[in-house]
């Protein structure tokens, strides 16, 4: 079962649609049962016969044996901290971003360890942290009725879990691209902030995709 935490925000309800597209198992996670449950109706009306569940976050971390993390950054400290015992030895797939916003423009957060990921694995040594999906926007993932022709590159210093989670990208029509330790997820974070003021800028919506490969 895939578990999304946060799923009940826009990232997080737009990845569990696709992978709901793509007949996967999945549980809705929120720290507000009866707001997952509604958000696991509007998927069932979307995708009949969709195999999608709503539960508390701690009981989604339990039951799920791949998980997302697409809540805000500002609540990752604090939503890890709770779930740390139940996280033990899990596969924590990072759509964490570190941004704020300052007169219209999105900047970087600094992060002592580099990436929100590489937090989250600090925080969580005994939990196998994946960076991936991070620079594809909530907007893309929701319009559904469009195919995700977008590149992902994904982070870890698990090789056989990095593995798991590229053969999903590949599920959701993503191109996964190896990209090495989970060090390398900090130039991830700071391409996600660029996209988001391009998007800004041009009233878009962006990714992208790496030629040569």
Not at 6 to 19: E, Q
Not at 89 to 101: A, E, G
Not at 146 to 151: A, E, I, Q, V
């Amino acid at each position: 079962m895939i578990s999304v935490i946060g799923g009940t925000g826009k990232i997080g309800f737009g990845l569990v649609m696709r992978f709901a597209l793509a007949d996967e198992e999945l549980a809705i996670g929120s720290r507000n049962l009866e707001k997952a449950a509604r958000a696991v109706e509007k998927v069932r009306a979307a995708v009949p016969g969709a195999r999608v569940i709503a539960m508390e976050n701690q009981e989604a971390v339990s039951k799920g044996d791949i998980l997302f993390l697409t809540i805000p950054y500002s609540a990752q400290k604090s939503t890890l901290k709770f779930l740390e015992r139940v996280l033990e030895d899990k596969i924590l797939v990072s759509m964490v971003n570190p941004f704020r916003r300052i007169n219209g423009e999105f900047r970087s957060i600094p992060i002592e360890e580099g990436s929100a990921a590489e937090e989250a694995q600090k925080a969580l040594p005994k939990v196998k942290v994946i960076s991936a999906f991070k620079n594809i926007s909530s907007e893309m993932f929701l319009d559904v009725g469009k195919p995700l022709s977008c590149d992902t590159v994904v982070c870890s210093d698990y090789e056989g879990p990095k593995r798991k989670v590229m053969d999903l990208a590949r599920k959701l029509g993503i191109k996964p691209l190896d990209g090495g330790k989970l060090r390398n997820s900090r130039h991830l974070d700071a391409i996600t902030v660029l996209l988001l003021n391009l998007n800004s800028r041009y009233k878009a919506s962006t990714c992208f995709k790496i030629d040569g490969l």
